[in-house]
């Protein structure tokens, strides 16, 4: 069995990871919360998803013996230059809530019109074991920022977007649908496309 430790303390994040992967084979997901000793708190104070994801997952790989799993993710809006970006998690503040953090989007967005209002979705992933990375995936997905918040699901900005194609806000698809389309998603396929390779890397 193929223990794989998911290094967030972002309990949706988490959820959504374990259940993208419930279906592998011999691999038994495991949280921060498994750790016998705690690592130190880490600073994510990378200029992009994928150096927070890397500093996160060769940080913890040091804490545990199988493979260590972290994601950095956010929103990137066209309007605002990028932003939130790699501080979509503390837009608005330290310790922001999602609601402080979607208001802060939207008052910035302000009248912008709904053909400028494009925005994509980043995951990075990056896969760590003894302190040594191993892989690191990006997976994204485009959309636009809504004028208002819509649907109780999800989390983050899930209630201002709506991913290209579709007219739902990933706030009101089911969690298992979203789970199919989201960023999040598409770094995690390429990564079970790589795992039997990383298994015998590692073994």
């Known amino acids: ?3 794989i430790l998911v290094a967030t303390h972002n309990n949706n994040k988490r959820r959504e990871i374990k259940s993208m992967l419930r279906k592998v084979e011999s691999v038994k997901v495991m949280s921060l919360n498994d750790l016998v000793v705690q690592p130190p708190m880490i600073v994510e104070d ?3 998803f994928r150096q927070n994801a890397v500093k996160k997952a ?3 790989s040091r804490f545990f013996e199988g493979l260590v799993l972290a994601d950095d993710s956010g929103l990137e ?4 230059d990028g932003k ?12 922001a809530t999602d609601e402080e953090n979607n208001a802060k989007l939207l008052k910035l967005l302000g009248t912008t019109p709904k053909q400028k209002r494009t925005a994509r979705f980043v995951c990075h992933i990056a896969v760590a074991k003894d ?6 995936f990006e997976g994204d997905v485009k959309g636009q920022i809504t004028f208002k918040p819509s649907g109780d699901k ?14 739902k806000t990933f706030a009101e698809m089911t969690p298992g649908y979203k789970n ?18 990383i298994v015998k890397e590692v073994s």
């Open 58 to 60: 060769v940080t913890i």
């Open 46 to 48: 990378g200029k992009t």
């Open 1 to 3: 069995m193929l223990e």
């Open 154 to 167: 999800g989390f983050g900005y899930d209630p201002l977007f709506i991913p290209e194609g579709y007219e």
């Open 84 to 95: 939130p970006g790699v501080r979509s998690a503390r837009f608005a503040r330290t310790k």
């Open 77 to 80: 809006v066209d309007a605002l």
């Open 131 to 136: 302190g040594h990375l191993i892989r690191s």
């Open 180 to 197: 199919r389309i989201s960023h999040r998603s598409a770094a995690l396929k390429q990564l079970k496309k790589e795992l039997k390779k």
